[in-house]
């Protein structure tokens, strides 16, 4: 049998293991990799954007079936990378461990302009049969052309040929959604099957859902079959307590001691490094998951995101997922895999980096001959739109592990909102004696992370202060690009955002707001572009933007009529030394970085500049005394 072949194969790996590696020093937990080389990034790209009929592949799956062929399986989107549309469900397969695929078949969608989506595909070992639930919606658009879901449901599919030819009829499974879920959904990713408990049984499939009730209430749910796979139950259900996060698309896997480990994006973004949450469940027909159901995960770095367990038989439990801290959908950088060496209890701080770039969604699989095969999504600029393929052996993986501990230069103000640092910023040193940040221009930058709501300015009066020390240079006169010294929120000409920038036409700072109607700028009343320290104040003050250099009149522009807010409606980012596309990035230093929640005095601006603690509503100050 192909699956007990490869799960003798990954033990006889294992046993041969080195012990791993140190880590290196000073690791920059953004992707640069600190000298490490990581794993291989791709074997193979089975799903390429704008290719065979569809604009972009997301939600990969992966599954090795009974005879050892890989399916890999993905949602195919016809017009965009959009959730909403016409989307298909396609596969492909190989038979050589994903080094090379047949033609792309379409499951289901041919015809059908609605919504296939979430693939979770399990295979029974006895029978070898491959059942795939999915989820399936029409959707219209509203009087305004934006794309409006309707009503969703759970399907099944089977195959019994190794995934040469599927079921055909719909085969809607209404059992397995409650009678007042708003919303449901399988996987993403594949199922389990579990050991058998008898011999003259198969073992139990099973696969993870979630929902959301009309009355709000969101949760996860396991779905389990006896029968291998004819049929399927509803069973174990955790429903988050109010003010509690919720579990979103559960991953699952079979412990060695025989429970399913369940390991889920968090639906808590903002205010929290945590956003993963793990539950324990004995009996996945229970009625519900036993207490304390679903908890935080601390300490496994990870932005929202889907991720993939695998249990590696006589070896560790893997996750992959991406590893760059954040909130945001645009955090979704550095593919990479970790592991627990207790059943998920604690997770290591090492793990071995499959792509430095941006990436999204993936799935793992044990292969026939013992490796590890992961589909992953990717693209440029975007971590959606391609769906490549790679592989990789237990010992690869210790040999790869390096640190992904984030480096961060402390926030001093009571938030403690330290920023993570990016790059290979500099400290360095003044002539009284202070710590500098020093940005090289190329790719050094802080964020400070996780949405805080402290930082999330409205209709009020706020202000930021900083030091600044800088000169233009040739290829910015050149390229015409400004400097962003901080930028904080979105980009573009409707996102909510401030920002203050250097232009160097004029040598000048430029400060920036935005509503989301439109920009308003203010322009310093003196150059600062002399390689000399500056304190620079920018700040709103009732209906007006005022930004002021070394305690001078400041200048100012009207912000219009009304109370413009510039409170984002959901996760945000503020970096210092570039903006959001990373396209510009500043060359210089900064120093005694500080946010406020309210509108600075002329005496709050003589205490700063003379280096004197001014703490009414300070959100944020960066003193940069160190990286560590």
């Known amino acids: 049998m192909a699956g007990a072949a490869a799960a003798l194969a990954v033990v006889l790996l294992l046993a041969l293991l080195p012990d791993p590696p140190a880590a290196p020093d000073g690791p920059d937990g953004d992707g640069s990799g600190g000298g490490r080389r990581g794993l291989t990034a791709a074997v193979s790209a089975p799903f390429n954007a704008f290719t065979e009929g569809y604009d972009c592949y997301r939600i990969p799956t992966l599954t090795t079936t009974k005879d050892g062929t890989l399916l890999a399986i993905a949602e195919a989107r016809t017009a965009s990378c959009n959730d909403i549309g016409d989307i298909d469900l396609v596969m492909k397969r190989s038979t050589d461990e994903g080094r090379t695929w047949g033609p792309m078949e379409v499951i289901r969608g041919t015809g059908d302009p609605g919504a296939y989506g979430n693939p979770a595909p399990v295979v029974d070992s006895a029978s070898g049969r491959i059942s795939l639930l999915y989820a399936y919606s029409t959707w219209a658009p509203d009087a305004a052309g934006n794309r409006v879901r309707g009503p969703r449901e759970l399907r099944l599919a089977h195959s019994t040929d190794d995934g040469v030819h599927w079921s055909t009829e719909p085969n809607p499974q209404p059992q397995l959604k409650g009678a007042d879920w708003a919303w449901v959904s399988v996987g993403p990713g594949h199922g389990i099957q579990l050991t058998p408990t008898r011999p003259d049984r198969p073992g139990r499939l099973v696969v993870g859902a979630d929902y959301r009730t009309e009355s709000n209430e969101s ?35 079979q412990l060695p001691d025989g429970r399913i480990y369940v390991n889920a994006r968090s639906t808590a973004t903002c205010g929290t490094d945590d956003h993963r949450i793990a539950a324990l469940v004995d009996d996945a027909a229970a009625p519900a998951f036993p207490a304390p159901g679903f908890q935080p995960v601390t300490g496994l770095i990870a932005p929202p995101a889907s991720g993939s367990l695998l249990q590696l038989p006589g070896g560790p439990l893997l996750l992959s997922a991406p590893s760059r801290p954040g909130a945001e959908f645009s955090d979704r950088w550095t593919l990479a895999v970790r592991t627990s060496e207790d059943g998920g209890r604690t997770w290591s701080a090492n793990g071995a980096v499959v792509l430095r770039e941006r990436a999204g969604y993936s799935d793992m699989a044990v292969l026939p001959g013992g490796r590890i095969g992961m589909l ?30 984030p480096r961060r230069t402390a926030d001093t103000s009571a938030g403690h909102h330290d920023a993570i640092v990016h790059g290979a910023p500099r400290l360095g040193n003044r002539p009284d004696g202070g710590k500098t940040m020093r940005f090289d221009g190329k790719d050094d930058f802080l964020r400070l992370t996780d949405c805080p709501d402290a930082l999330r300015v409205g209709d009020g009066d706020f202000a930021v202060a900083t030091w600044v020390k800088y000169k233009t240079r040739g290829q910015d006169r050149e390229s015409g690009l400004r400097q962003p010294l901080l930028w904080a929120y979105g980009q573009g000409p409707a996102a909510k955002q401030f920002r203050i920038e250097a232009d160097p036409e004029t ?17 310093a009343a003196r150059r600062t572009d002399d390689d000399a320290w500056h304190h620079v104040v920018f700040q709103r003050r009732g209906d007006r933007l005022e930004l002021a250099v070394d305690g001078g009149p400041a200048a100012t522009a009207p912000l219009g009529p009304g109370r413009p807010d510039f409170r984002p ?31 600075l005095s002329g005496n709050d601006t003589a205490r700063l500049r003379d280096g004197s603690d001014v703490t009414d509503q300070e959100r944020v100050r960066l003193a940069f005394d160190r990286i560590r």
Do not use: C, M
């Not at 990717?378 to 501990?405: C, M, S, V």
């Open 219 to 253: 949760g996860a749910q396991l779905l389990y079959s006896d029968d291998g796979g004819l049929t399927w139950q509803a069973g174990a259900r955790w429903g988050a307590p109010e003010g509690t996060p919720a579990p979103n698309e559960p991953a699952l896997t």
């Open 376 to 405: 992953y999504e990717t693209a440029n600029g975007t971590p959606h739109g391609y769906i490549k393929f790679t592989a990789f052996g237990p010992q690869e993986l210790r040999a790869a592990a390096e640190d992904l501990t």
């Open 507 to 523: 040598g000048r700072l430029e400060a920036t707001v935005n509503d989301g109607t439109g920009p308003v700028s203010v322009t």
């Open 569 to 599: 409606t959901g996760a945000f980012t503020i970096h210092l030394g570039t903006q959001p596309d990373y396209k510009a990035f500043y060359a210089g230093a900064l120093d005694d970085v500080r946010i406020y929640g309210r509108a």
